[in-house]
């Protein structure tokens, strides 16, 4: 692990990997010292924000590294992490064409790799609550992002390029390639909800477009131990 000053009030960790990444963020929050402000992973980083009034980048990275010397990151308990499944109408899929001609699969052939197995929660960012996914199976990676981002993207909408697939919770400009989109609510920034977090699982499981019109405006159901 390495540590290194984010401005003046955190400490970026770099990890061997995602998963020692997600194991060391959950031990500093489990650990709570009384400066802690918040623990961000993202991918194999961790950053950790602090009171700089209370305490200051020497002392937090001094404490973080015997954190990890106490318990090595890859000797570290996995956080207990939440399952979502995420019903998602693959008709609704302007690029799956050009998804189809980049991988030389068949539509039903995407369809059923990108919805056959779990993802894990990398990152959360971009616009507030947008899940980044990883990993594709290999026949699905190295569709590269359209050439001209749309100017809007609705929302549900889900996406995939280079390795990594994801959800966008709100209509905003994009340039994944969109094979699907979700009636779900998974985002509600008014109600504080925010269901998907770093670490989480995520399933996509295939509706039509009659389910998708019954499910409408539904959230995201509750969690459960994955």
Known sequence: MTLVPLGDAAVLATLPDEAAAVRFAAAVRAAAPDWLHDVVPAYATV????????IGTPAVTVWLADRERAAPVSCLLSPVSRSHTIPVCY????????????????????????????????????????????????????????ASPRLRVEAGSVGLTGRQTGLYPLPRP??????????????????GFFPLRVGDAVRFERIDEKRFGELGGERLPGERPA
């Open 91 to 146: 008709e609704m899929a302007p690029d799956l064409p050009r998804v189809c001609e980049h991988t030389g699969l068949r539509a039903d052939d995407v369809i059923r790799l990108h919805a056959g197995g779990a993802y894990t929660v990398y990152a959360v960012g971009f616009v507030p609550g947008f899940p980044y996914l990883g990993y594709l199976p290999p026949e699905l990676c190295g569709v590269p992002r359209l």
């Open 174 to 191: 994009g340039g994944w390639n969109l094979i699907g989109r979700t009636p779900l609510v998974v985002v509600d920034v008014a109600d």
């Open 47 to 54: 950053g950790v924000f602090f009171d700089a009034d209370v």
